[in-house]
């Protein structure tokens, strides 16, 4: 007989429903940024800012350990893992891969509806760019990128994407920090808009992979900046 599949385990936390609802809070707190890359903190810490016992706040650490996003270090507490220059290197390199595939792909597929919202949450993004409203204006950006892996049509490769999705959104939110880079991305993406909406799939990818380069040196930059020295002029 053919063996039953096992059943998904569920947390032994005593307090049902506590440790998702500590997992989903202090996730959203590491990729908003509220506890910064590096920062030191304690299960106690942690149970004071969340009204919450430590025991569903260790097993949402646990959790969030898995996802990379904590480390416990024993005798020492816990810290939110820092970007390192490897790690923006490693999620760029995939996103190259499989973004610009989805861009060709979107140029060949995307129907006029689609076109037409990709267009619409663009227009938004520049108008809330305009009006000084970064944020807003970042989260109608991060839309271009979902319209264009739904109008990729391809599941594997939008599953692939979603498993970046955390590291993803913690790198948008730190160029995010660098002045004027919004509104350089944000022309980016009109570029990459006019490419998919022209038909053009090699342009499509070309334009996606420019503007992935462009967030991936911001980000560098942000974990690493570098001085170079001043050359005297004679």
Do not use: W
């Not at 947390?11 to 920062?39: F, K, N, V």
């Not at 990379?68 to 893992?81: A, H, R």
């Amino acid at each position: 007989m053919p063996r039953q599949p096992k059943k998904p385990q569920r947390r032994s936390s005593t307090e049902p429903g506590l440790a998702d609802r500590a997992y989903d809070e202090l996730r959203r707190r590491i990729l908003e940024g509220e506890y910064q890359p590096g920062e030191a903190t304690s299960e106690y810490q942690l149970s004071a800012d969340l009204n919450m016992s430590r025991t569903p706040i260790r097993e949402a650490l646990r959790e969030l350990a898995k996802l990379g996003l904590v480390e416990t270090i024993p005798q020492k507490g816990v810290f939110i893992s820092e970007l390192t220059v490897q790690d923006i290197a490693e999620v760029f390199q995939l996103r190259e891969v499989l973004e610009c595939f989805a861009a060709r792909l979107a140029a060949k597929h995307m129907t006029h509806a689609q076109r037409m919202k990709m267009s619409e949450n663009h227009h938004y993004a520049l108008e809330y760019a305009k009006s000084g409203e970064a944020r807003k204006a970042y989260d109608y950006a991060v839309l271009m990128h979902k319209s264009i892996m739904e109008a990729a049509g391809n599941k594997r490769l939008t599953k692939l994407l979603d498993q970046l999705e955390d590291q993803t959104h913690r790198l948008g939110l730190l160029t995010l920090k660098s002045d004027g880079r919004l509104q350089a991305a944000l022309e980016e993406h009109g570029q990459i808009i006019d490419r998919i909406q022209a038909g053009d799939e090699e342009g499509a990818a070309d334009a996606m992979l420019q503007h992935l380069k462009a967030d991936q040196n911001v980000a560098m930059a942000q974990v690493l900046p570098i001085q170079l020295p001043k050359q005297n002029v004679s």
